[in-house]
């Protein structure tokens, strides 16, 4: 990963495209805020030998892309901008794509732009155990994250049940985005 001059957003991101799937990971995984609290959304994978996170299928028996876009917009309708990206998100979604890597490579696209990141994307050729800037595994659902507080970084932003549970941290850049909108870049940026 490569940062940027302000040295907070990564003007280069290498996304781990050789790995072996992990389970109970982000990987399919993300939480959100709504009117209970934070919730789990997970896409369910299909199980099978071959574990290669680009041949990790995404099963579609059941109903979890509507489950899902439901879960999105009753936490999120009367945020200051879901309208603006509501659409463009849930059509990722209505897309169905086979693989987890191909659904999550389009909405890290998604975020990306509609946060203002100005980020170049590549995917590995090789895995390699260990690396320089070797992220894969310092957050996880799992563990806690004490990343941005211990770098004095955690710093709250406008979120719709915020009156009720107060600043929830950790949560999936949608909520920074459908809470923020164009101004979720400034926000990114003010973390330095």
């Known amino acids: 990963m490569t940062l940027s001059p302000d040295r907070v957003i990564p003007s280069h991101a290498s996304i781990e495209a050789m790995e072996t799937y992990r389970k109970q990971s982000y990987r399919n995984r993300c939480y959100i805020l709504g009117a209970q609290g934070r919730e789990m959304l997970q896409v369910p994978v299909i199980h099978s030998e071959d574990m290669a996170i680009r041949s990790v299928r995404i099963e ?21 901008w879901f309208d603006e990206y509501r659409d463009q998100l849930f059509a990722i979604l209505d897309s169905r794509p086979e693989h987890l890597f191909d659904l999550n490579l389009s909405l890290i696209r998604f975020f990306i732009k509609k946060t203002g990141i100005s980020c170049d994307l590549s995917e590995t050729t090789s895995f390699q155990r260990t690396a320089p800037d070797d992220f894969r595994e310092v957050i996880h659902p799992k563990r806690d994250n004490t990343i941005l507080r211990d770098l004095g970084l955690e710093r709250p932003y406008y979120q719709e049940f915020s009156e009720k549970y107060g600043f929830v941290p950790h949560l999936s850049i949608m909520d920074l985005l459908f809470n923020e909108g164009p101004d979720s870049i400034l926000w990114l940026k003010s973390l330095q």
């Open 60 to 80: 579609y028996t059941t109903p979890w892309v509507i489950r899902t876009e439901r879960a999105i917009d009753a936490a999120y309708k009367s945020s200051a």
